[in-house]
């Protein structure tokens, strides 16, 4: 009661079509009813079509199995008649001899069997396939005949059967037999029998309509036509556009029905036919290969569910109708009680999108926002800036039109391969823009409406050109380094190569030369002789030391050199090393000293002919520097904690009073050929490679090699090794 007082004060109000929702509601109200009442009616319809699409798919379903078990039992029957006809042992002559007038013995027995069988021909097959004789004559003589069924019974050499399209446009059950001459194959008999003949049968127990149609892809026009006239039926080629009819149960069926043929399969195929609604239903035909050739036409009678469809439409409408008239009349007042809130809503949208646009075109950046396909919803100022276009012609584009087309498709993927829980996708491409092809970075997000549906994306884009410019400039300048790198590299080997190459050939004629000087010095010489010869010695050693440090550090950098690890004595080591270098040192008026901490072992297992190397180095070049005072050996044994005393690290130490070294050349003192300067080398002569040599020496025993100085006061080079104890087990000794 409430309901209709309050409805009517609503419609007696002067300003209800001042209202702007009602007044875009009201028409779609008015025209709710129609549609509602249309919509029902389009329910029942849809409802009748699902139940009479079900009564008929299982009416369909129903004859096809019935046909699937005819066909079985036609073809048991076939291959009967086959292995009977196949025993017959002048078979097996005529198709080894093949000549016409034996098929021509053939002729009443195959009639007959045509007439009391109901077989549609019969042919006579070579060993290889080719045709012989065929009753009724349609195949050539010598024709290759390669169908599935043929095909299967030449790969099992047994009868084989199937449903296989003839040449002459029939769908016919074959079966096929080989024929044996003892063990030898002597040819193949083949029986068809047209599925037209099933379907007649079906046809009367059914009481739908039927027809065959066959692919024109499959045919050959005039064989076909031939062979349709052959059987008193119409050869009409053009009637189909893709397919030829060639049976129908009925030779009466009206030109509607061929049109309904032309049509897709998916609508209503349906038609008048004596006055009676007739529905088609199809199902494909496949040959033996599995290959769809056509397809079954079977038309149902569908008038009593069309009669019964009318009534309940008829009773459905009327309380539909009423039902319609309540429903619009509520749906009016609640709109009317609701009206200022959604005017007041609107408002507030309005204002929200006017503060989102204003914010939007004030930004430097591009901002757009699009659909699936990326037709643009949304542009801000500097989008239409940068394309030179309004924003109402650019809403009638799609943003893909500005990528380069080579790229359309990995920016499509690039905004598509979202997801939920990294939304944000950044696309990084080239833009057609109006001052040409420029690189942009875009960050995609995909908008979501209330139901968490898919509805669009927004992107925000800045111009990384310049950007882009720099990381290709970086790009091209790296693999310029890398190549220089390399070629340095391979320079670098290659010198290496050749320096131990040469060092070897030059070692060998200056070992002769020591050789004989020797022996020389073992004769009877002059004063002045022997001076010259002393000289002579001299400077071969003094090349063959400068040779053996070649060869050394052209080791080194190639990676040629080992280790070689043995137990030795460090006493004997030193004694034996100092030895020598102490009769130089004397005659410079230099004390050399060694020694040796309580705590270091004796017996120690490492390299020891690579640690007297770096020793010598180290302890010739304090002597060769040190005019006058002291040069001090001092080896100790370093404290830590993860050797254990198993692994002692032992420091050695080659401390003297010297020339010492400036601050600004120590940076390059162990790189090779670096002396302090260019008077150091005429004065102390040398390569500059000793200390080159014992720090990667040391590198490689895992050691580490370091030097104080001052110019003037003396220098001190230490270097420490991790060294083992010797694995027999012997005790290791001290000695002072």
Known sequence: MFFFRDFFQIERKRDLFLRPVMRQLFLPLALMSVFLFALVSLLFWQQYRNHLNQRLWGLQSSLMEELQVDLENQAFGLKLALLVFAEDPRLARTLEEASPERFAEWIPLVEEIRKNYGIGHLLFLGPRGTSLFRAPGSVRWGDQVRHPVMLEAERSRQTAWGMDLTPGGVFA?????????????????????????????????????????????????????????????????????????????????????????????????????????????????????????????????????????LKNLLLGGVAGGILLLLIMGGIIFFLGRTDAKILSQQKALEESEERFRLLADDLPALVCEFAHDSRLLFVNKAYGECFDMTSEELLERHFLDFVPPEERAAVERGYRSFTRKEPLVINVHRVMSKNGIRWQEWRDRPLFNEHGRLVGYRAIGVDITERKEMQEALQKTNRSLQEAILQAQRANMAKSEFLANMSHEIRTPLHAVLGMAELLAETELQEEQRHYLHMLMTSSETLLSLIEDMLDFAKIEAGKVELRIQDFHLSELLEALVAPLAVQAREKNVALTCRIGENVPTLLRGDPGRLRQILTNLLGNAVKFTPRGEVVLQVSREPSANSGESSPVIRFSVRDTGIGIPEEKMSSLFKRFSQLDSSTTRQYRGTGLGLAISKRLVELMQGTLGVRSREGEGSEFWFTVPLEMPRSGVPAETDR
């Not at 061929?258 to 195929?269: G, I, R, S, V, Y």
């Open 173 to 309: 059950l074959l079966a096929v037999q080989p024929v044996f001459s003892g063990d030898h194959l002597v040819g193949y008999v083949e029986m068809g029998k047209p599925m037209e003949d099933i379907l007649e049968k079906r046809h009367e127990q059914r009481g739908g309509l039927m027809a065959v149609t066959i692919e024109k892809r499959h045919l050959f026009r005039s064989l076909w036509e031939n062979v349709m006239r052959s059987l008193d039926r119409e050869a009409r080629w053009n009637r189909l556009s893709q397919s030829v009819v060639t049976y129908t149960s009925r030779k009466d069926l009206p030109d509607s029905f061929f049109a309904l043929l032309n049509t897709p399969k998916e609508k209503d195929q349906g038609f008048f036919f004596r006055e009676k609604p007739w529905r088609l239903m199809t199902s494909p035909l496949k040959g033996a290969s599995g290959e769809e050739v056509g397809s079954l036409v079977v038309l149902w009678d569908i008038s009593r569910e069309r009669e019964g469809f």
